[in-house]
C-alpha cells in the first residue's frame, strides 16, 4: 500500500497520498521493525522469529521509495539496515545465496534456497547502491 500510495498520488496529483504513504512507513517502522537486529519481521506474532528474504526485503524497497519522494534520510537507513540483517541472518558466506528463512541471529536457516528470494535481494540492493556511495 505504501508504494500505490506513493503512484496514486502522482497519477492524481494529490500530494495527500504521500502523506498516507509516510504514515504507512512510520506503523511499518514501529511495529514491523525489530530494533535488536534491525530488520523487519514479516508478521505480527511474537513467537514468529524468522525472517524471508523476499517479504522482508520489499520494507526495503518501500523505504527507498519513500526517501525518493520526500528525502528524508531516515528512511535509508531503515532499508539500508534491514538489508544488511538479513544479509546476516540468510546469506550463505560460501555460495552467496539466500535461504528462505532464517532467524534474525542467523540460526534456523531453512534448507530451501529459492530465486525469488534472490532476485529480491538482488533488485533491493541495487536500489540501494544509487544512494551507498
Known amino acids: 500500500m505504501l508504494e500505490a500510495d506513493i503512484l496514486y498520488g502522482k497519477a ?3 500530494a495527500s497520498y504521500l502523506g498516507k504513504a509516510q504514515a504507512i512507513g512510520n506503523a511499518m517502522n514501529a511495529v514491523l521493525w525489530n530494533s535488536q537486529y534491525k530488520g523487519y ?8 522469529t524468522r525472517i524471508n528474504p523476499a517479504w522482508c526485503g520489499w520494507g526495503s524497497q518501500g523505504m527507498i521509495r519513500l526517501y525518493e519522494q520526500d528525502k528524508d534520510t531516515k528512511w535509508l537507513t ?13 546469506r550463505n558466506p560460501d555460495s552467496r545465496a539466500y535461504y528462505f528463512f532464517a532467524s534474525f541471529n542467523g540460526t534456523n536457516r531453512s534448507p530451501e534456497i529459492e530465486g525469488v528470494d534472490q532476485a529480491w535481494m538482488q ?4 536500489m540501494m547502491s544509487v544512494y551507498d556511495k
Open 123 to 126: 533488485r533491493v540492493q541495487a
Open 12 to 14: 492524481v496529483n494529490d
Open 41 to 48: 519481521i514479516f508478521n505480527t506474532d511474537p513467537t514468529q
Open 78 to 90: 531503515f532499508a539500508r539496515n534491514n538489508i544488511d540483517a538479513i544479509n546476516k541472518a540468510s
